[in-house]
């Protein structure tokens, strides 16, 4: 298991969504990439030159941890000349790149809990950087009219005793908002009265347009500077994202801090870079100006492009090559049954239906917006936003705009409860008297269920259990004087008892405590229902998954782990087959006749069951559930986090695939319409399911095998895909009391099931569906002959 760590933070996006790019067009896929973060241009030859140059001169060696004397003068020297500033070379650390100056600097100056104001949008990396240093980010959103730049007034609202520092990213990434130097003393004001440092991510510093003149944070007076930790590189002003070279110019305290933490992380930076970089820092630097104004034509193109798409707004940036325009009036919209939903469902649309693309602006903390990178050619700026403008004009206003009613609960418990089949009359009472002291009258619900002609009373204060349980059941008539058969009460709320169902077999009663799953509610349910049918009615239960072919039944049972689902649901797509019931089957003998009742009004269909029949998602919408994910952290689903495919990432607010512990209450006259359940079936052909690579896909059981099978749970060689099988009876998990009375009924009925059906012991491990057809026309004929 990896560190909480590692778990809690997430994957640069912006690589994500390169690597994406990448990986579509080395499939041949034409996609336009304006996710990059890096100058599209090749490092200048001088530069490359230094750097073959150091090599050949055998420079390859570890160096000064902080980074060789020539290269702390050039960044002295650039400093100075650039912004006045004077620096000391213990005032100056090179790190690999500048992110690795940022988080070191950030380790040495974090203690746990420590405050770090950082505005938004910001670069993704930040509020990562803090959190992995044990700090607490503070955000401050800067709003959209006001150039993205944070104003002294919310620089001072956002600062507590606990605040260390603040992020200043000055030309900004993503939004490219420059700060004047106005502006800067404005805040810098701030910064000295309340004493806190700066980090000041100056690495766009050369990438400014329209005549902007740049100011560092630190060159605004002497006692600023103290404050002031600057962070610069030469990644984006000399196109050397590669070479990995950042520097920190800074109090020579927190430089020595940087320092300690990086000898023990990566060490000195690159030495061949170190010695290339002293040339970019040193050399002529006509390059930049060169690819400055470059940036600025394309920015220009860009924005004029942007700004002409109806509804969408682009505030003009000064600096960086980055445009953050406000697309979310494309929010709701639709395409080919497809509803944008926020940033992410739109990065989605756009790399689809454009092939385009870009970071959605959620990453940097401002949903509203996505990020574009002009790091590109002209040609290909073009042809890209032609692309987004093309798609953008197919989206229409979703007609019905569906409201998304989920009404999805996250139960506290989420796992069946431990029971207590057989208390005594007297530990019943006391139990009993324990719930009705926490059911006030303004927490009360209660409700007659009629389950298979039982009824059963559900008295409850947990109005979740309550809404699943009118949804699950058809309701008993409504009759004064009606009593229940049985009563169950699902309490929550008191103390001290831990998460426990218990049952009183003698008054019919169920107690459920602490419990707000639905899961233990239904089985003890069940439970109760069977005690009382199997004695009164001759009625009986089987647990399996049951279908119907023109008035036939079969059902498949099996453990877990022996693909049931997979094989029942693939069986379904075929349009022959109607849904019969997907848990339980109540069962009893005519005339010779095996009748199977389905008996719930909805099925609690665990939502996973999307996976095999996508037709279910889209009822599941519609349907109330039951800890359906609505989070990537809980997504238990292999396949989609090994391809990093995830709904919840494209816009979804819920996934259905995600989590086995997922439940819908689905009305099955939904599925594919009302003919395609049956509330009743005559049983043919029972398919007891294992599970391995080895033993053919069907075998027919011989009656007293299959006897054997179904009693115990066992069978030869019988293995599951998750292991070895817990021997356990197949058919009575809800069974609450096994007495020998009890025990001795259910051997009655599965002699009397066995001899009226037909049983085959299927190897899902090898089986198809095309080997249950091929048993069930053995019986019916070829479907033409029928
Ligand atoms: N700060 C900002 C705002 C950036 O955008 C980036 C790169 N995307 C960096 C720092 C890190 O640059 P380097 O390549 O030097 O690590």
């Known amino acids: 298991m990896v560190s909480d760590k590692a778990n809690k933070i997430g994957e640069s996006p912006t690589l994500k969504v390169t690597a994406k790019a990448k990986a579509m067009k080395a499939e041949g896929i034409d996609v336009i990439d304006f996710s990059v973060g890096e100058p599209d241009f090749a490092t200048p030859d001088n530069i490359k030159k230094a750097g073959i140059h150091a090599i050949e001169e055998n420079f390859t060696k570890y160096t000064q941890n902080d980074g060789i004397p020539g290269l702390k003068q050039a960044i002295i020297k650039r400093l100075k000349e650039d912004q006045g500033l ?10 690999s790149g500048a992110k690795s100056s940022l988080y070191h600097l950030i380790q040495a100056l974090i203690n746990d809990g420590d405050e770090v104001i950082i505005p938004s949008p910001y670069w993704v990396t930040y509020p990562h950087a803090v959190s992995l240093a044990d700090g607490k980010s503070v955000i401050v959103p800067t709003k959209e009219e006001n150039g993205f730049l944070l104003s002294p007034e919310e620089l001072k609202a956002a600062i507590t005793p606990a605040t260390k520092a603040l992020i200043l990213n000055n030309p900004s990434n993503p939004t490219g908002a420059a700060y004047s130097r106005q502006a800067l003393e404005a805040l810098a004001d701030i910064v000295l009265a309340e004493d806190i440092y700066v980090i000041a991510d100056e690495i766009y510093e050369k990438l400014v347009y329209d005549d902007f003149r740049f100011s560092s944070f630190a060159s605004l007076s002497e006692e600023i500077k103290k404050k002031t930790i600057v962070i610069n590189g030469v990644s984006k002003a000399y196109s050397m994202t590669g070479w990995r070279i950042g520097y920190a110019a800074g109090p020579a305290d927190v430089i020595n801090g940087m320092a300690k933490i990086q000898s023990h992380s990566t060490s000195n930076p690159c030495s061949i870079s170190q010695k290339a970089s002293i040339e970019a820092l040193n050399g002529p630097q006509y390059e930049v100006s060169k690819m400055v104004a470059e940036f600025q034509r394309r920015r220009n193109y860009a924005l004029m492009r942007l700004q002409s798409i109806p509804d969408v707004s682009c505030h003009k940036p000064l600096g960086a090559f980055y445009l953050f ?86 139960t506290r418990v989420t796992t069946s409860v431990p029971v207590d089949p057989a208390i005594s009359i007297n530990i019943r009472d006391a139990l009993v008297a324990e719930m009705e002291d926490m059911l006030s009258y303004a927490n009360y619900f209660e409700w007659n269920a009629n389950i298979n002609g039982v009824v059963v009373q559900l008295r409850t204060n947990v109005s979740h259990l309550n809404d699943f349980w009118i949804e699950n059941w058809y309701p008993a008539q409504l009759e004064a004087d009606l009593e229940p058969h049985g009563i169950i009460y699902a309490v929550e709320g008191i103390p001290g008892r831990e998460p426990r169902a218990f049952y009183n077999s003698e008054t019919k009663t169920g107690i459920l405590v602490n419990t707000d799953n639905y899961g233990p509610l239904r089985s003890l349910a069940l439970g109760l229902v069977m005690d009382v049918s199997e004695r009164l009615f001759s009625t009986y239960t089987l647990r399996g998954m049951s279908a119907d072919i023109r008035g036939r039944g079969l059902v498949l049972i099996g453990p877990k782990g022996t693909k049931k689902s997979d094989l029942f649901y693939t069986l379904l797509l075929d349009e022959k087959f109607r849904l019969h019931a997907n848990d339980i089957l109540f069962i009893r003998f005519s005339g010779g006749k095996v009748i199977a009742d389905s008996i ?45 495919d995830c709904r919840l990432d494209r816009g979804s607010p819920f996934c259905y695939k995600a989590s086995k512990k997922a439940v819908a209450l689905l009305d099955p006259y939904w599925i594919d319409g009302p003919a395609k359940h049956v509330k009743r079936t005559e049983l043919y052909w029972i398919f007891l399911l294992r599970f391995d690579s080895s033993s053919p896909p069907v075998v027919k059981m011989e009656k007293e095998d299959a006897l054997r099978i179904l009693e115990s749970g066992e069978s030869p060689g019988l293995r599951t895909s998750i292991g070895p099988l817990k021997n356990q009876p197949f058919y009575n998990p809800h069974l609450l009391l096994t007495t020998p009375e009890r025990i001795q009924y259910q051997k009655n009925f599965f002699r009397e099931l066995l001899e009226n059906t037909d049983c085959y012991m299927i190897n899902s491990g090898v089986a198809t569906v095309d080997d249950i057809q091929n048993v069930i026309q053995q019986k019916t004929g070829p479907e033409n002959g029928e």
């Open 86 to 95: 004077e620096y000391q070379p213990n005032e100056i650390i090179a790190s």
């Open 325 to 410: 325009p406000n697309f979310s009036s494309t929010f709701k919209k639709e395409y080919n049954n497809m509803t944008i939903r926020n940033s992410y469902g739109l990065a989605y649309f756009l790399l689809k239906e454009a092939r385009v693309a870009i970071v959605p602006g959620d990453a940097f903390g401002l949903d509203d917006c996505i990020r574009i990178s002009y790091a590109t050619s002209m040609e290909n700026l073009e042809k890209g936003l032609d692309r987004i403008i093309e798609a953008i004009s197919k989206l229409k206003i979703a007609k019905k705009t569906k409201h998304i009613s989920l009404n999805n609960t996250q």
């Open 600 to 644: 719930e009004r909805k099925l609690v269909m665990p939502t996973q069951a999307s996976k095999f029949y996508p037709g279910l998602a889209p009822l599941f919408d519609n349907s109330k559930c039951e800890n359906v994910v609505v989070r990537k952290e809980n997504c238990q689903d292999p396949d989609c986090l090994r391809l990093d």
